[in-house]
């Protein structure tokens, strides 16, 4: 009778390959099962930093370099984190990326992609209804709408640009770049003539926390000019306290956190920045 009960029991689990846990056998056969499909997946909806590939394979992906390691590293569980964040009335937020986030996953991609298409930015034979993949096709349409909406042309399509897609129609004319373009230098040297005004302190609270660990990382080693895997991570409000424009370690880091804020967390940053 144990036999029984172990060869049934076999028969309706599989190993997760994502995360090696027994899991229920999914309801449907999805697309999205690799870790690199996945990563591609988040930084093309913009919740995983990108790294940019040098010779990018443009007939697999955008040309972000991703291993296919397990998803247990700390960026992208933050990024899969995020994602649940947005979808939490169908998921459940703890950095895995278990069945149901992935099928929300695949269902937000196909909703990009059909209303990419829906407005002229693709075709069903450029990006087939079976392939919901972050692939050069999909980063291929989402600059062309960037491009025709003045927006900063990354291939990477945000919330709030995918909020744009939804509308019936969208302008043909170039929009001016959101006040969110803001330049650190120039908030840099405002800090340091108030550094104890609580709006700026909570401004530069919220970025870090909104920023992704990697970024942190990197900030934090052009910074000190080292290379450490993990770096105690600098405080942006020591960042523009001691900030010396004479100090080139100093400017590589203030580029590249600049480099890193998206339209959407900047405008959240100048929101607190100049809250009265």
Known sequence: MLDLFFSTYLVFVKQDTLNGSLVAKEPRSMAISSPEVIRHILIGLG???PE????????KFAPWKRNNNSLTDDPTEDAIKKFQKQYSQKLVVNGNADSETRTVMEDTVKGLQNRLKFHGFATNAEIPLDKPFY??????????????????????????????????TLTNKPQ????????????????KKNPQNPSYIAALNNLQQNLPKDVLYKVTNKWRGTNDQNPEIVKLTNLFTYYDDNNANHRDALNHLQSQITPAISQAFLSLWNKK
């Not at 940019?52 to 007939?59: F, Q, V």
């Not at 999909?138 to 509308?167: D, M, N």
């Open 47 to 49: 919740y995983l930093a």
């Open 52 to 59: 940019i590939d040098p010779k990018p394979d443009l007939t």
């Open 135 to 168: 692939g050069p096709a999909t980063y291929t349409a989402v600059k062309k709408f960037q491009k025709s909406q003045g927006l900063t042309e990354s291939g990477i399509a945000t919330i709030e640009q995918r909020q744009i897609l939804q509308q019936p």
């Open 176 to 191: 001016p770049q959101p006040q969110s373009q803001l330049k650190l230098i120039d908030l840099c040297f405002q800090f």
